[in-house]
């Protein structure tokens, strides 16, 4: 019977989603209905508690403050309204519920949770990809300094002419 019910379970989840942990920070794309309307609406924070584990209504619950106002929602992993559900940053964490994270404060917590690379999976880039974005970012970065550069140099040239006449 336990095995027909775990099979059932599995049966009735809808998609997949990253291999989450209490710990983690994570992007939720939540759809919204307002009137006639419809829009997505992210929510990114940290997850506190995951409850539910084999069953198909698997919740997660997902923290974040807010203009120094904590807000947290539990969320139904496999629920329609959830497009996706996207991995930002993993640590390691001690314990399964971070219940305590409500009272503590976020310069403490950055020393409790120890930050991990994000594994190759389920929603989640491997490494090479993550290593040429950040390159492409740099080189971005490099190309809009050497503009600056450029530019400065030219105004300097000017300022000299003119102080020069």
Same mark, same amino acid.
């Given at each position: ?8 379970n599995m049966a009735r989840? +809808? ?22 309307? @419809?829009? +997505?609406? =992210? ?11 084999? $069953?198909? $209504? ?29 991995? =930002?940053? $993993? ?19 950055r020393r409790k949770l ?14 090479? &990809? ?8 740099? =080189?971005? @970065?490099?190309? @809009? ?5 450029? =530019? &400065? ?7 000299? @002419?003119?102080?020069?006449?």
């Amino acid at each position: 019977m336990h095995k027909d019910l775990i099979a059932f379970n599995m049966a009735r989840r +809808t998609k997949d989603i990253p291999e989450l942990h209490s710990g983690d920070v994570v992007k939720i794309h939540r759809k919204i209905v307002e009137g006639g309307k @419809e829009r +997505t609406q =992210v929510f990114q924070g940290m997850v506190i508690a995951m409850r539910g584990g084999q $069953s198909s $209504s698997q919740t997660v619950t997902v923290r974040k403050v807010s203009f120094g106002i904590g807000v947290e929602i539990v969320v139904p992993i496999h629920s329609p309204n959830i497009e996706k559900i996207e991995v =930002v940053k $993993s640590t390691r964490s001690r314990r399964a519920k971070l219940y305590y994270v409500r009272d503590k404060s976020a310069k403490l917590l950055r020393r409790k949770l120890k930050e991990v690379g994000l594994k190759v999976g389920k929603g989640r880039k491997p490494e090479d &990809e993550l290593v040429a974005e950040i390159a492409e970012a740099e =080189v971005i @970065e490099v190309q @809009e300094t050497v503009e600056s550069d450029a =530019v &400065e140099a030219v105004v300097e040239e000017k300022v000299i @002419e003119k102080a020069g006449k």
